[in-house]
Nanobody, 125 residues
Framework: QVHLVESGGGLVQAGGSLRLSCAASGRADGRSAMGWFRQAPGKEREFVAT???????QYAESVKGRFTISRDGANDRLYLQMNNLKPEDTAVYYC???????????????????WGQGTQVTVSS
Protein backbone atom coordinates (compact mmCIF):
# COMPACT_ATOMS: atom_id res chain seq x y z
CA GLN A 1 0.00 0.00 0.00
CA VAL A 2 1.23 3.48 -0.90
CA HIS A 3 0.26 6.48 1.20
CA LEU A 4 0.30 9.94 -0.39
CA VAL A 5 0.02 13.26 1.44
CA GLU A 6 -0.20 16.60 -0.37
CA SER A 7 0.76 20.00 1.00
CA GLY A 8 1.42 23.52 -0.23
CA GLY A 9 -2.03 24.64 -1.27
CA GLY A 10 -3.47 28.01 -0.31
CA LEU A 11 -4.91 31.31 -1.46
CA VAL A 12 -3.00 33.33 -4.04
CA GLN A 13 -3.76 36.24 -6.34
CA ALA A 14 -3.94 35.80 -10.08
CA GLY A 15 -0.46 35.84 -11.56
CA GLY A 16 1.07 34.41 -8.42
CA SER A 17 2.81 31.10 -7.79
CA LEU A 18 2.45 28.07 -5.54
CA ARG A 19 4.45 24.90 -5.14
CA LEU A 20 2.59 21.74 -4.23
CA SER A 21 4.38 18.83 -2.62
CA CYS A 22 3.38 15.19 -2.30
CA ALA A 23 5.08 12.86 0.16
CA ALA A 24 4.94 9.15 -0.65
CA SER A 25 5.35 6.43 1.96
CA GLY A 26 4.66 2.75 2.34
CA ARG A 27 5.52 0.49 -0.57
CA ALA A 28 6.31 3.35 -2.92
CA ASP A 29 8.06 2.18 -6.08
CA GLY A 30 10.41 4.76 -7.52
CA ARG A 31 9.80 3.32 -10.98
CA SER A 32 6.07 4.00 -10.95
CA ALA A 33 4.68 7.00 -12.78
CA MET A 34 3.01 9.69 -10.70
CA GLY A 35 0.72 12.55 -11.51
CA TRP A 36 -1.35 15.51 -10.43
CA PHE A 37 -5.07 15.86 -10.98
CA ARG A 38 -7.52 18.55 -9.90
CA GLN A 39 -11.22 18.88 -9.25
CA ALA A 40 -13.11 22.16 -9.29
CA PRO A 41 -16.52 22.53 -7.61
CA GLY A 42 -19.24 20.91 -9.69
CA LYS A 43 -16.75 19.45 -12.16
CA GLU A 44 -15.15 16.07 -12.71
CA ARG A 45 -11.59 15.37 -11.65
CA GLU A 46 -9.21 16.21 -14.49
CA PHE A 47 -5.63 15.50 -15.46
CA VAL A 48 -2.99 18.17 -14.83
CA ALA A 49 0.45 16.59 -15.23
CA THR A 50 2.25 13.26 -15.11
CA UNK A 51 5.86 12.16 -14.79
CA UNK A 52 7.59 8.85 -15.47
CA UNK A 53 11.27 7.98 -15.02
CA UNK A 54 10.99 6.07 -18.33
CA UNK A 55 9.14 8.36 -20.71
CA UNK A 56 9.19 11.82 -19.24
CA UNK A 57 6.42 14.31 -18.60
CA GLN A 58 3.05 15.27 -20.02
CA TYR A 59 0.84 18.25 -19.26
CA ALA A 60 -2.74 19.27 -19.83
CA GLU A 61 -2.98 21.95 -22.51
CA SER A 62 -4.46 24.39 -20.02
CA VAL A 63 -1.33 24.37 -17.83
CA LYS A 64 1.47 23.95 -20.39
CA GLY A 65 4.15 26.57 -19.99
CA ARG A 66 2.89 27.54 -16.52
CA PHE A 67 3.15 24.34 -14.42
CA THR A 68 6.16 22.08 -13.94
CA ILE A 69 6.06 18.59 -12.45
CA SER A 70 9.18 17.17 -10.84
CA ARG A 71 10.23 14.39 -8.52
CA ASP A 72 12.81 13.89 -5.80
CA GLY A 73 13.35 10.15 -5.83
CA ALA A 74 15.71 10.19 -2.89
CA ASN A 75 13.00 11.62 -0.65
CA ASP A 76 9.98 10.06 -2.35
CA ARG A 77 8.45 13.45 -3.12
CA LEU A 78 6.53 14.74 -6.10
CA TYR A 79 6.20 18.46 -6.79
CA LEU A 80 4.04 20.73 -8.90
CA GLN A 81 5.38 24.23 -9.44
CA MET A 82 2.51 26.45 -10.52
CA ASN A 83 3.30 29.87 -12.00
CA ASN A 84 1.12 32.59 -13.49
CA LEU A 85 -1.91 31.16 -11.74
CA LYS A 86 -5.37 31.98 -13.04
CA PRO A 87 -8.76 31.94 -11.29
CA GLU A 88 -9.72 28.93 -13.39
CA ASP A 89 -6.91 26.99 -11.71
CA THR A 90 -8.93 27.05 -8.49
CA ALA A 91 -9.54 23.44 -7.44
CA VAL A 92 -8.60 20.69 -5.04
CA TYR A 93 -5.33 19.22 -6.31
CA TYR A 94 -4.64 15.52 -5.89
CA CYS A 95 -1.40 13.59 -6.06
CA UNK A 96 -1.65 10.11 -7.56
CA UNK A 97 0.62 7.13 -8.17
CA UNK A 98 0.27 4.26 -10.59
CA UNK A 99 0.32 0.64 -9.42
CA UNK A 100 3.24 -1.82 -9.30
CA UNK A 101 3.63 -2.16 -13.09
CA UNK A 102 2.56 1.35 -14.00
CA UNK A 103 5.93 2.62 -15.19
CA UNK A 104 4.76 4.93 -17.96
CA UNK A 105 3.08 8.32 -17.89
CA UNK A 106 -0.67 8.48 -18.28
CA UNK A 107 -3.38 11.13 -18.36
CA UNK A 108 -6.12 8.60 -17.65
CA UNK A 109 -7.50 8.79 -14.14
CA UNK A 110 -8.24 5.05 -13.97
CA UNK A 111 -4.56 4.21 -14.46
CA UNK A 112 -3.78 5.51 -10.98
CA UNK A 113 -4.10 3.15 -8.03
CA UNK A 114 -3.18 5.42 -5.13
CA TRP A 115 -4.47 8.88 -4.26
CA GLY A 116 -3.80 11.55 -1.67
CA GLN A 117 -6.49 13.43 0.22
CA GLY A 118 -6.05 16.61 -1.83
CA THR A 119 -4.97 20.17 -1.13
CA GLN A 120 -7.06 23.27 -1.90
CA VAL A 121 -5.72 25.90 -4.30
CA THR A 122 -7.71 29.11 -4.60
CA VAL A 123 -6.76 31.84 -7.06
CA SER A 124 -8.42 35.21 -6.62
CA SER A 125 -8.89 37.64 -9.48
Amino acid sequence: QVHLVESGGGLVQAGGSLRLSCAASGRADGRSAMGWFRQAPGKEREFVATLSPFDGTQYAESVKGRFTISRDGANDRLYLQMNNLKPEDTAVYYCAARGPVGFYKSDWINDYAYWGQGTQVTVSS
